[in-house]
């Protein structure tokens, strides 16, 4: 698959090689493109690239000696038992010393897991060695609670010597829609599944239908996916029964804590752990009315699975292993053509709109500084209310409320007229965000009545996003 997006990326790591002296953690989830980002900032550049793999120390200092070895020509190095790091860091600092130089560690947790005392000899490195000799630093990972712990936090040796982090999240829905050949509501489906992790991407592209390469590489026993949520969880976690359970309570439509806990049958606070745990992996998040002043302290969170593929996996395969065993795949297939599209994919669309409406925000396509953009929903005296994307422009005393529909037919008027109905009928919105001027979209992925269209065109604050573009 060819290289998509990472432009804000590659514009810091770039700048970070300008300097005399950059040290960058690049950390993120497995499959997500870390050491495609990486192989495309090297190109053209002098690099020293290390992959580390589970191993022993002795292991490991060889191969990287056998780099070391390549990139500087000297086959003498190979030949050389070398017992200790910093002999092989001072080989590779007194290398073209005149020349900008790059050391990549890819998989730096490995190295930690074989020796715990390297995060402490690779500060010494950094500290006497490598920091003034014309070296760019790179340690990049996967096992997220490893980085965090090794190279950012503050007990870590490494404490302080970074001068940039990077956290890679799956690509966007614009970069993914932007550099492929498909239709929109093709691209939307396809989304809905793979929430932009490039690796798989590359399994569900769009040269055969989305259902075949569903069965073949996420339904079937051989499939590539039919297992990564083990693989993606036992890797940061070790033990994955009891969040497996967590997350398998979420995808039943608990997301208020205290149903999360009933379903499990324990305490709230027995949760805590385990939530916080996978809020930090990206596998589920709090989410919050957009209207809340303090969402870390709100009572009105909701919990979501955040990970598309980890939604679609818990909704479609887990709760039908035993048939998938048997390779029994038409119940599942059965079960997916049922509410796939009106349930699955319509919700990862309300995020997709999200996106959407910040990049048009960030084009100046719509006027309108974003401080936060999310959702609301509330009880509120008068009803209860729902509104799919609501963001709030402090900076200019604005808030756009906006539907999103993801319908065969164009929308109509009553959509808009319903949505204003909802904003002036919640006290709560009235109450927060009072003396604001209210602004509206729809998003639709079939496009808009003509009725619709005209009254858009009387009326500035109303805004029609047909697919990803303003009508």
Known sequence: MKFIGRQRELKSLEREYQRDSSFVVIYGRRRVGKTTLIKEFIKGKTTFYYLATEEIKS??????SGVVSRVTHNPMLERVTFSDWLDLFRVIADFQPGEKKVLVIDEFPYLVKADSAFPSILQSAWDEILKDSNVMLILCGSFIGMMQKYTLSYDSPLYGRRTAQIRLAPLSFSNVYDAQNLSFERAVEQYSITGGVPKYMEFLDGQDGLMEQVVSVILSKDGFLYEEPYFLLKDEVGTSVSYFSVIRAIAEGNHKLGKIASALGTETSALTPYLSVLSDLGFVVKATPVTE????????????ISDNFMRFWFRYVYPFKGEL???????????????????FVAFAYEDICKSIFADLCRKGSIDFVPSRIGAYW???????????????????????????????????APVYFTLCD?????????KTLKGYQPMFGIFSKSGFTQRLVDLSQDNPQLFLIDEDHLV
């Open 422 to 430: 909802k904003v002036q009928a919640s006290a709560e919105i009235q």
């Open 378 to 412: 509330l009880n509120d005296l008068n009803g209860d209310t729902e509104i799919d994307v609501m963001a709030i422009d402090h900076q200019n005393k604005r808030f756009f409320a906006g539907e999103c529909k993801y319908h065969n037919k164009p929308v109509d």
């Open 59 to 64: 292991q490991s200092i060889k191969r990287f």
């Open 325 to 343: 065993e048997l390779e029994n795949t038409q119940i599942v297939l059965d079960e997916i053509r049922k509410d796939f599209v009106q349930k």
């Open 293 to 304: 002043k303090n969402p870390a302290k709100s009572r009105k969170g909701l919990y979501f």
